[in-house]
């Protein structure tokens, strides 16, 4: 059974970081595209970054820049690192592993100005 579990949200100040991680159990995520998702109050759930089998990565161009996915295939780990963190980042982070598709249970990030 695949399983993802989300860890690392919290409340932060603009301008400040954090780094999300994602624990993923019953498969290896080097086989595997893997995703972060975001979605805020009354909004869609948008893609934020995606780092795939062979970890290229893509981002949205409203985190380009600023935010880094990454793998640790040893931890079986996908992680998002936020730098310089603004309000409109605040959302529900989601975790999204491709083929399987399935998602974690999401972390909160709230970024107050």
């Known amino acids: 059974q695949v399983q993802l579990v989300e860890s690392g949200g919290g409340l932060v100040q603009a301008g400040g970081s954090l780094r999300l991680s994602c624990t993923v159990s019953?498969?290896?995520?080097?086989?595997?595209?893997m995703a972060w998702y975001r979605q805020a109050p009354g909004k869609q759930r948008d893609v934020v970054a995606i780092?795939?089998?062979?970890?290229?990565?893509n981002y949205a161009a409203s985190v380009k820049g600023r935010f880094t996915i990454s793998r640790d295939n040893a931890k079986n780990t996908v992680y998002l690192q936020m730098n310089s963190l603004k309000p409109e980042d605040t959302a529900v982070y989601y975790c999204y592993l491709g083929g399987v598709g399935s998602w974690g249970q999401g972390t909160q990030v709230t970024v107050s100005s």
């Open positions: 780092i795939t089998s062979g970890s290229s990565t």
């Open positions: 019953g498969i290896l995520v080097s086989m595997k595209q």
